[in-house]
């Protein structure tokens, strides 16, 4: 009996080593095959990638520059602006509100912004600015659509849903976001600001692989909420750790983030169209299901994607930003591939 149970062990012991060794296996892969592919890529690869699965790093490494004049190479921890993926941020502030019933996501927004004269205020609600189905081209013009009819990506719905979050809060939205980035000990992600922060790098737009400065930002207080944000590929992993395992919302607030009444399509996620939730795009129709977003602009770009079967995270962002809008996260939709193929989001 003695010699069976050790036997026994034994092969559990092999079997066990044996998937140690092809999951270490698969991991190296993919690695070697990002590097080889950013060592030729085109358009260049200028940022920082991380791969994280069950809270763990199973790569992480930076390309490239944080200031191409100074030749300044980037480092892991540099931050860089993230655009749109602030809105995803921005979405959970108000969602947090919602948990405490000072916010109601089916008021309409003239309720927390009576200073709006425009007549659509009484008929946009606070849930329709979070999923782009308000409507709103801009404050001097009609709606596009009826509200909750259609939808059109842009920054009016969650800039105005962070100016609601000052009004209900009466706190600053950097003061507010950054209260909780401090409670997550996301210790590098902040609203951008004047005073830039040491490890915050240059953004370049992209022309056939030259590199310009930019030395203005579209981010200003009415925008925050949609793209004000600055983080590192680490603090956004924290992030992800904490937002997709219940650590931030209640799990039925979550799971309404997470619900779609519209479809809408984007390069970097697939070909047909996907949900689009609150601040977060939804593919749940396709093998593996996923979800996260992208930003764009100031000469930055940036992609953070969240796979729950598997809890792996890949998050790229890059301080470079191409002109030719073809080539939009061109190497992060590559990278994506490459991690499709891997057989890691196949791991439970």
């Not at 062990?9 to 998937?19: E, G, N, T």
């Not at 240059?202 to 949609?226: A, L």
């Not at 930003?295 to 030719?324: A, K, R, V």
Request: with cysteine.
């Amino acid at each position: 009996m003695n010699s069976i149970f050790k036997i026994s062990s034994l092969a559990a012991v092999l079997f066990l080593c044996s998937i140690s060794y092809s999951y270490s296996q698969n991991v190296n892969s993919l690695a070697a095959q990002i590097d080889s592919l950013l060592a030729v890529s085109s358009p260049k690869f200028n940022g920082t990638i991380l791969i994280s699965q069950k809270g763990k790093t199973i790569y992480s490494k930076a390309y490239g520059f944080a200031d191409l004049e100074k030749k300044t190479p980037l480092e892991i921890d540099n931050a860089f602006e993230i655009m749109s993926n602030s809105k995803q941020i921005c979405a959970v502030l108000v969602l947090k509100e919602v948990e405490k019933g000072t916010i109601k996501l089916n008021d309409p927004i003239k309720k927390y912004m009576p200073e709006l004269k425009q007549s659509w205020a009484h008929s946009v609600t606070v849930s329709q600015l979070l999923n782009h189905t308000h409507g709103i081209e801009a404050l001097d013009k009609p709606l596009l659509f009826k509200p909750g009819s259609d939808f059109k990506y842009n920054g009016w719905g969650l800039g105005l849903a962070g100016q609601i979050l000052e009004k209900v809060t009466k706190k600053s939205y950097p003061a507010l976001s950054y209260a909780l980035f401090q409670k997550l000990k996301m210790t590098r992600t902040m609203c951008y600001a004047k005073i830039i922060p040491p490890y915050l790098v240059s953004g370049y737009d992209n022309k056939n692989n030259v590199f310009t400065k930019v030395t203005s930002s579209q981010i200003n207080p009415g925008s925050y909420g949609s793209d004000g944000i600055i983080s590192t590929v680490h603090d956004l992993a924290i992030w992800n750790n904490n937002l997709h395992k219940g650590k931030i919302l209640k799990p039925e607030t979550y799971k309404l983030m997470l619900q779609y009444k519209i479809l809408a399509q984007h390069m970097a996620f697939e070909k047909e169209k996907v949900g689009y939730g609150y601040g977060i795009r939804v593919v749940d129709k396709e093998t593996p299901k996923y979800i996260g977003h992208t930003g764009l602009g100031d000469g930055f770009s940036s992609i953070n994607l969240y796979y729950p079967e598997s809890d792996t995270s890949l998050i790229i962002l890059e301080n470079q930003m191409n002109e030719d809008s073809n080539l939009f996260y061109a190497n992060e939709i590559k990278i994506k591939k490459l991690l499709l193929k891997s057989g890691l989001l196949n791991q439970k």
